[in-house]
């Protein structure tokens, strides 16, 4: 173990930045000196002025192109024995400007390593690693208590020598205790939480380790992540029954009340208020204008199903690395670049059934979005719909420091066959 320390940056009310150093303990065996940046999302495009604040090079550009490089490495859900399905890279598009533009309220983890000084005393550095920690909250009997949303967690494969200098280094584990600091779990009833390939080495094995130092429960609940080929899965009739609400405030509030009404006792729901709700709503239309919501009416011309088509493609294209079974004829096709996202899906399974099928054609046609990725679950009421031969294993993980008040959440998201339900379609970067 060695220690560290962290640097919590926060906006004073004068506008100047405010640095707070704080020490933690690490298991990492990096051999240099790290330094750690942690801040609220929105100051990502004011980064140029936090780095010359700690000394280092004062450029926003060269710390956004590290960024987006260290983003876009592979995410294992191969493990070291060749178990799993594939790894991808998610090649952002306009960071930091997509990955600010969902969530107002995530907390940004960037590790750096210091290099050298340049002509003007200032030091220059590489980007180790990054996180974003979306901070919602989580209902328990009428009271809301802190939750964290895990996301984005990668570290650089810079290489040199012909050596990735950052693997193999426990850095994520260096991550896991900062992000153990940040929510301070010691002092809050807290639940941390995220989603993983359920091969994904190098995260399981820091779960492993940082709960047991920080002493704090730790359990994994599975989900399935189905892809559809959507010239196969989609259909022109089906969308010519989906109606476009997007700019349709009041069938937006229904939508709101329509999902709250079905999945508010689902552990993890967050979407507390309707103000909240058409907030993320508003963030996400704001940078992709294609990003939509579509309702099916039932025969009464009343709301039967709903949900938000969220187009990927306009956040980033992904690629596959080394994918196996069926997944190596997807990468073959080259279908994979720009993803369609449905999520919050909501209503009877007749009427979701007709709306993804919907979806998927119009977004096929009309931009370019070849494939549909649907998660699902035990007891998903759309699971026949969602079911698909592509599709791959998840773990969502769950962090807290009071197991009596989680397992009441669980109970109380069961249905009637007993089924824990996550909210687990959460609309994050």
Known sequence: MQKRNYHRIEKNTDGAFGIQTVEIDSFDVFE????????????????GEILSLLGY???NDYFSYQCKDVISVPEKHINNKGQGKFAFQAYFQNFPESVMSINNDAIVVVVLEPLTLNNDGKRTFNVVGYIHVNVLKVNYEGELFDGYYY???????????NIKVYRRKKIFTLMFSIMHSIVDSEKNIAFTYGAMGK??????????????????HYEKFAFTNNTQINKLFGSKDAFKKCVDITNDRALLRLFYQKLKAQKQDYAFFHFHTEAQFLGILDNIFAYSKSSRVYMVPDIDGNM???GLALNWGDYMNVQLENPQGFFKTLAKLELTDKVLYPIMLTGSAKGVDVLLRGMASHYNKTYNCKVTTINSYNGDPYYKTKKSLLSDEYLFLIITNDVDKLNA???KS???NGNIRLFIDVPLL
Do not use: F
């Open 32 to 47: 240099h000196p790290l330094e750690t940046i942690v801040t609220d999302i929105k100051n990502l495009a004011n980064m």
């Open 304 to 306: 039967d199903a709903v």
């Open 57 to 59: 090079v004062a450029d």
């Open 409 to 411: 959440i669980k109970e």
């Open 199 to 216: 091969e994904n080495q190098a995260i399981n094995e820091a779960l492993e380790l940082n709960t047991k130092l920080y002493q704090k």
């Open 151 to 161: 996301n984005l967690l990668r570290i650089s494969e810079r290489v040199e020598n």
């Open 414 to 416: 069961k249905d009637k």
